[in-house]
């Protein structure tokens, strides 16, 4: 038996980490939920859940979840392991362990896998590893009979799930209506109605982890609906794999239709049998948007990968859906085994002359461990990362340069750009639930080692008020001799109006080029974008931002917008847009020129007012959150 009176089990799951925080949103903590609420509604005796709170695990630095989580004193911590978080989870694991080592650490989700790269050598630290499905594993776990699932890879102990072996659907517990599962701080709520998928495409692992489909009752549906209409949810995506195929497809709308429902839906659908009929239902039941995964136009490939489709069926069933006014995210994916660089161009050449340039989606490929992909990469010498996220490099029928032209012939037609500009913000609040950043005051001799302490979330900016380049030089030294630059983000907001030696600086930062997750996920970015510390100078006047604009490539230069600037840059003939700080207090003076000029480009706009931040959003119709109060340390 375990020798535990009663478990007590902390969840996190880490989220995927940028500059912007612009994927935090997307952390949809539905497994540690679905794991609490399955652990507290079938083991209640035996087991004590919590789940760590939003802003801690969305935004918190190492040491601060590493604290939150002690603080509760657990038997056990769960790490839900994606390929975006393995790596971190490790990383803080690994201080769990150096201050309680009688901590039971677990590692799940779907990044566990045979292959993957976390099992490929030993790490102690990490006391048993899961392969499956959470419930199945702590079904038995609680019941002590879990010793025969036991197997020892590269040392690592693992719980593999045998093949055909699930928890029934009556034992499973829906997590949103029994008070487990929270909504993002932006109102919208992720639920799994279907679990498994009944498709092999070669690429994916979802269905070869979950192949056995089984959904909730309609009931159920019913039941989330009700509950969120009372919690004011503002959007509801509905997970599963392909939405419309499931048997159950026509009793879900139902149901959303019988229980009125108000609220926009969004769930994953295929196109390719796409009715009149179908559309109906969709509309009355309160669908808003749909995720479509188109991948190639390439009839051959898509045969190749095991996608069971036609694409010039999913083309029509695509144009239906929005001309019924649906919105659409449609995913493509070059370098599939079997398509070609000039097939892939006309997947994208179809689709913008069938009017989607606005709804195309570009993904990298992913060379998954645990795929037929995978094992096909491998025969074939194709090259990809051996760490997550596993991105495909070059091999079949595409080259590094094909894979380049391919992703700068999308932006040039359809605008999108795969890595958002980021401006830091520029709000000095000495109150807050986490400090997020440090105003240093260099002129008065300041230290930024001061700050390293106080450092309590995942990205932290350093505000250099400074006199002279030789100040910022040795700040930035200390920033990034001292700061950990392996699982966290930074950013140096240099205060000050002269010209610095951006090639100099772009020496150091380089020097700091380590093989980091973030690294890798950046990829196919400019070099300086890759990078964990981004630097960035924010001028005073006119003359010498528009200078360093044309002489800079590693340093981002922002214009504080004030009453003189502004005036000057009306009188100049000045391309549009450029980052910008709204000087406080000034926002409303130019809220016009800001809808002219920012229109689509608010995310270059800073503030150093927050209630300027909120009118100027509001005023543009843009959805204003604030998830989680951020105070800055004055040095």
Request: charged residues 15%.
């Amino acid at each position: 038996m375990l020798n535990i009176e009663l478990m007590n089990i902390v969840f996190i799951q880490l989220p995927l980490l940028d500059h912007g925080y612009n994927y935090i949103a997307g952390n949809m903590a539905n497994a540690p939920a679905t794991l609490q609420a399955f652990c507290l509604s079938n083991y209640r005796t035996k087991i004590n859940a919590v789940q760590l709170p939003q802003a801690i695990q969305n935004f918190g630095s190492d040491p601060i979840i590493v604290d939150s989580i002690l603080q509760y004193e657990p038997t056990h911590v769960a790490f839900t392991c994606y390929l975006w978080n393995v790596e971190r989870s490790l990383a803080i694991a690994q201080k769990i362990k150096a201050l309680t080592p009688d901590v039971t650490i677990l590692f799940g989700g779907p990044e566990i896998q045979f292959q993957a790269h976390i099992l490929q050598k030993h790490h102690p630290q990490i006391d048993l590893f899961i392969i499956g499905e959470g419930e199945f594993f702590f079904q038995h776990y609680l019941q002590n009979t879990h010793h025969q699932f036991l197997h020892t890879i590269n040392g690592n102990k693992v719980f593999i799930q045998p093949a055909g072996a699930y928890v029934p659907i009556h034992k499973m517990v829906e997590p949103y209506t029994k008070g487990y599962l929270q909504p993002m701080y932006d109102g919208s709520l992720s639920v799994e109605i279907i679990r498994g998928c009944p498709f092999t495409c070669n690429y994916c692992l979802y269905s070869k982890n979950t192949s056995k489909v089984r959904s909730l009752h309609p009931e159920t549906i019913a039941s989330i609906i009700h509950k969120a209409k009372k919690d004011n949810i503002q959007e509801i995506y509905l997970l599963a794999p392909t939405f419309n195929q499931s048997k159950h497809f026509t009793n879900y709308c139902n149901a959303l239709i019988q229980s009125n429902n108000t609220i926009p839906l969004h769930t994953e659908i295929r196109a390719d049998r796409i009715i009149k009929e179908t559309i109906a239902l969709l509309k009355k039941a309160g669908f808003h948007s749909f995720e479509v995964g188109l991948q190639t136009m390439n009839q051959a490939c898509l045969q190749h990968i095991g996608r069971k489709t036609n694409a010039h069926k999913e083309l029509e069933g695509i144009m239906q859906l929005k001309d019924a006014g649906f919105t659409l995210q449609i995913g493509i994916i070059p370098g599939l085994p079997t398509d070609t660089p000039d097939s892939f161009m006309k997947t994208i050449d179809t689709l913008l002359d069938y009017g989607l340039g606005n709804e195309i989606e570009l993904y990298p490929l992913m060379v998954l461990p645990g795929t037929a992909l995978y094992d096909e990469a491998l025969q074939h010498n194709a090259t990809f990362m051996q760490q997550p996220p596993y991105y495909f490099i070059e091999g079949f029928n595409f080259s590094k340069q094909d894979l380049h032209t391919i992703n700068a012939y999308f932006e040039d037609t359809t605008g999108f750009v795969f890595n958002p500009p980021y401006v830091p913000s520029c709000i000095i609040n000495t109150h807050g639930m986490l400090t997020a950043g440090a105003y240093i005051n260099l002129t008065q001799g300041s230290d930024p080692k001061h700050a390293l302490n106080h450092m309590q979330t995942s990205h932290f900016i350093f505000y250099l008020l400074c006199d002279s380049s030789t100040q910022i030089d040795i700040a930035l030294q200390t920033i990034l001799t001292h700061c950990d630059v392996h699982t966290m983000l930074y950013s140096v907001v240099c205060i000050y109006n002269d010209i610095l030696d951006d090639s100099a600086i772009a020496n150091t930062l380089r020097a700091t080029t380590s093989n980091t997750f973030y690294y890798r996920m950046m990829h196919f970015q400019d070099t300086y974008d890759r990078l964990p510390v981004r630097i960035f100078q924010l001028f005073e006047t006119l003359k010498p931002f528009l200078l360093a604009q044309k002489l800079y490539s590693c340093i981002n230069p922002i214009l504080l917008l004030t009453p003189e600037n502004y005036t000057r840059l009306k009188q100049k003939d000045i391309a549009y847009p450029f980052p910008i700080v709204i000087q406080k207090g000034f926002a409303r003076q130019c809220i016009q020129w800001l809808k002219e000029q920012y229109s689509d480009s608010i995310e270059l706009v800073s503030f150093q007012d927050e209630a300027d931040q909120e009118y100027v959003y509001t005023s543009m119709g843009i959805a204003y959150s604030k998830p989680v109060s951020f105070k800055t340390l004055l040095l």
